[in-house]
């Protein structure tokens, strides 16, 4: 895929950037003898997204209930495969929990695998072609197709129940406003690169409009609860770099965040009033969604290139998964790495896992 093969020449910049980038490097972690702050959660899980064509996708699950004294907590490194005694597909790209189960999108094999949380056992495969992204309002999940639509799959039957046709290549979407924005990228149709987010009705399960943004490529989004939708272009690596947009979900207004510059391929995740992201010094940081400024640069002094993030909304822990290094760094509040855990290949999404 056009953005595996754009994301490992970023990897490669990185390294090479991350020489010249003078921070604060960790030599080595000192795990705790206890787990941290686990509060109510059993586990994490990873997808790592392997490489495209190769049909290598793994999910992997880390057991927060058998520790170990040093460095990695003990994981089932394949524990789909290991469940169900098959392979998880080809092109891992997204992974939710919701309710009760798990729904992991796999690009390349055309299919969504729907399986027990807290379990990896497999209910049901879903036939989509090429699925990218996933969201869930009540009890709907909405899927994203590269064939340019978006599924609504019933989360208890289990079946597809409409498809809504948008922009091209659709990415990320977000929910705001009781509205559905999808990022239409047009990623796999250089050099005629769509610039357009649709937005869906909820209500009525229709696009309602299509926005323009400033920049090519838009791919991944999220919201805060002050009426932002934040969009994340990645360019068409000539001309135009890697940048972010908001959009007011009233109006639908756009206007460009010229400080918020984004790394190639970089998760967007909101958690309180702060946007989490990876940005061009590859390191994880924060933007203010209240006040609408950036926090100092260097939330997480990391050599490491962020392409997953997830929060702990209970603790504040925040997890930073590396393309680069094929590890998950853990901080505290306190922005302190605290652990860190294996992963495969192009770890793509970090899931707390409740007990």
């Not at 058998?66 to 089932?76: A, C, E, G, I, V």
């Not at 068409?236 to 391929?265: C, F, Q, R, W």
């Not at 290949?345 to 970090?350: A, D, H, S």
Request: aromatic share 10%; net charge neutral.
């Amino acid at each position: 895929m056009k953005y595996l093969q754009n994301l490992k020449l970023c990897v490669t910049v990185a390294v090479l950037a991350i020489i010249a980038v003078s921070c604060h490097k960790v030599d080595k972690i000192v795990a705790p003898t206890t787990p941290p702050q686990l509060n109510n959660f059993a586990g994490i899980y990873v997808l790592n997204q392997g490489n495209s064509g190769a049909n290598n996708s793994v999910l992997s699950y880390f057991d927060f209930s058998t520790w170990n004294s040093w460095n990695l907590m003990n994981h089932k490194f394949t524990i789909f495969s290991l469940t169900n005694n098959i392979n998880l597909g080809d092109t891992g790209n997204d992974a939710e929990i919701y309710g009760s189960k798990m729904f992991v999108t796999v690009t390349n094999s055309n299919i969504i695998d729907v399986m027990e949380a807290k379990t990896a056992k497999l209910i049901k495969q879903i036939n989509i072609n090429q699925p990218r992204s996933i969201v869930f309002v009540g009890s709907n999940a909405f899927v994203t197709s590269y064939q340019g639509t978006v599924s609504i799959i019933d989360t208890a039957a289990l079946t597809i129940n409409k498809i809504i046709t948008v922009g091209s290549y659709p990415e990320q979407m977000v929910v705001s406003n009781n509205k559905l924005y999808v990022a239409n990228s047009g990623i796999n149709n250089p050099p005629v690169y769509n610039n357009t987010v649709s937005v869906i009705d909820l209500a009525g399960l229709t696009v309602i409009k299509t926005i323009t943004v400033s920049n090519v490529n838009p791919f991944s989004m999220a919201a805060d609860t002050y009426g932002h939708v934040y969009v994340g272009c990645l360019g068409d690596n000539k001309k135009m770099l890697p940048s972010t947009v908001e959009i007011d979900n009233t109006t639908d207004a756009v206007v460009l965040l010229p400080d918020l510059n984004l790394a190639y391929g970089s998760p967007l995740v909101v958690s309180g009033d702060l946007l989490y992201y990876t940005g061009t010094d590859f390191q994880v940081s924060g933007f203010d969604c209240k006040h609408q400024t950036i926090t100092k640069p260097e939330i997480f002094a990391q050599n490491t290139f962020g392409s997953a993030i997830a929060v702990n909304n209970d603790t504040g822990e925040v997890f930073v998964a590396s393309a680069l290094n094929k590890l998950i760094y853990t901080f505290d509040n306190n922005r302190q790495i605290i652990y860190q855990i294996n992963t495969g290949i192009n770890p793509v999404k970090v899931l707390l896992v409740k007990k």
